[in-house]
């Protein structure tokens, strides 16, 4: 059995962590020799700010990959969690209740792919597209088809608001991520259901010898998907502020582009919350600059959707080398 690599967040000199953070490098040193914006403070904040509403779904994102499993519901919960958390504050809700509100319907949405994928076991990927098209007909109900605006100042700071560190800021939004980012490697890499998840995704078999109930771990795991992609769109919602129906449509590729680009295998069993962390970032940046270059937006995708099967393509390789 192939022995599954947890993240340490000093350990990762020669692993794929590196190659990224190298192309990361070399993208910003590119970039900011041929633009002269992109090494601005607003546009790093920028950067800094829509790095962090992929990057945390991207968490939730990589603990199902690691499983052996997928989400494609993850933009369309993305607008369900920030659609509720804006209608909670509409209607006089608290910020923190509101917030919550949110963060359970993305929860209730990852229990339900969990269930339908561990004890039905229908496949991951006709599932997650099912329940994607269901939630963005759910929020177009809500909806009405019409964007809510207004939202309270004091919920926006979470998404545009900065914290003065010295004669620094940084964005709100990044601590967030960076809170949550060392929470979920935590729990991959010194809990017990950290190592049932690397387990699932290297072999299902050994799980099953051992007596643990594969349908429970995959329902955790949806599940916590769910609640990381719903916290990502509520930053995404207090950073525009606005809820859209159709905010975060799309959103799926970037996050699991993200996921593959950082290294996590799309054979389960391998990867790490520091490069899911370094790939959204690469993807931000290159994203950004694509922009600045003037690229049209069909290249832009092209060039996304280039990345991952480049991804694709290293991730295949490296097994193939585990395997001879």
Sequence with gaps: MRVAIKIHWFDWINRQEAFVFILLLIAILFLG???????TQNNIQDISRNFAWIAIPAFGESLVIIIGGIDLSVGAVMALSGLVTAMALRFGVSIPMAI???????????????????????????VTLGTASI???IIFGLAG????????????????????????????????????????DTLLSVTVLGRYIYTLGDSEQALIVTGVGLP????????????????GGILMTARLGVAAPTAATGYELDIIAAVIIGGTSLFGGVGSILGVLLGAAFMQVVQNGLVLLGIPAYWQSAAI???????????????N???L
């Excluded at 929860?107 to 994928?117: E, M, P, R, Y």
């Excluded at 100042?153 to 980012?181: K, M, N, Y």
């Excluded at 995959?218 to 916290?231: E, M, P, R």
């Design 33 to 39: 020799l041929t633009t002269t914006t992109f090494l």
């Design 100 to 126: 919550i509100s949110g963060l359970a319907a993305g929860s209730l949405i990852g229990w339900v792919n969990g269930a339908l994928v561990g004890r039905v076991r229908f496949p991951p990927f006709i």
């Design 135 to 137: 939630v963005r007909g």
């Design 145 to 184: 088809g019409w964007p809510i605006l207004g939202l309270p100042s004091g919920f926006r700071d979470l998404g545009q608001a900065d914290i003065l560190l010295g004669q620094f800021s940084l964005p709100v939004s990044i601590l967030i991520t960076l809170l949550l980012a060392v929470l979920v």
């Design 216 to 231: 429970r771990i995959k329902a955790i795991v949806y599940t916590l998907c769910g609640t990381l992609t719903a916290a």
């Design 305 to 319: 959707g280039s990345m991952i099967f480049f991804a694709l393509i290293l991730d295949l390789w490296r097994q």
């Design 321 to 323: 080398r585990n395997i």
